[in-house]
């Protein structure tokens, strides 16, 4: 990865401009998670179960803390499943059923991140991006995301960001890839 980080910033006129373009795009990123997780989640918790959602957190607070570590929501599932069994009194039928489909079908990272990655890709290789096709990238990201397998590393990472970028048009985005793909194990 070094090797072709360090190819790719010789063949750029200005590596402080994409320095800064990438630190944006992180910032971004990082910000859309966080809403996610604080505000939307939150607010759609306290709507079905009128209940606070900080406590749901603190009660699976070791499978939120083995995720950030394992970056894996395989690895989580069965800290997840003891979790939602003796913290949230949760019955063992619906865990055995409802938390392993969530862990492989409602793959909300991935489905967030490459749209962000293929419309930063788009924008530094001054690929026009509409509506309608920020619209499909968003559905294509989706459905894709369902097939992703729920460990980091598995070799699907490139592939899968040249497939949603290759949705835009993008012809070539193995040179500003290198460089998301540096940070990818902390996305």
Not at 54 to 73: D, H, P, Q, T
Not at 109 to 123: N, R
Not at 125 to 135: A, K, L, M
């Amino acid at each position: 990865m070094f090797c072709w980080m360090f190819a790719e910033s010789l063949k750029m006129a200005s590596l402080s401009e994409m320095a800064v373009k990438l630190a944006y795009f992180y910032l971004i990123v990082v910000g859309a998670f966080m809403f996610w997780l604080f505000v939307f989640y939150p607010v759609v918790y306290i709507i079905i179960t009128r209940e606070n959602p900080f406590k749901l957190y603190k009660n699976i607070l070791s499978a939120i803390v083995i995720a950030f570590g394992s970056c894996s929501s395989a690895i989580t599932l069965p800290e997840t499943m003891r979790c939602m069994r003796k913290n949230c009194q949760l019955s063992n039928r619906i865990c055995q059923t409802v938390l392993p489909l969530g862990m492989t079908l409602h793959m909300n990272g991935p489905a967030m991140y490459f749209p962000m990655t293929a419309i930063l890709v788009a924008y530094i290789n001054q690929t026009p991006v509409g509506f309608y096709s920020v619209i499909v990238l968003c559905l294509f990201a989706v459905i894709m995301s369902m097939g992703v397998p729920p460990v980091i590393g598995t070799g699907t990472t490139m592939l899968n960001h040249m497939a949603v970028a290759s949705v835009l048009g993008v012809d070539n985005p193995q040179d500003i890839l290198a460089y998301v793909l540096a940070f990818e194990w902390m996305m």
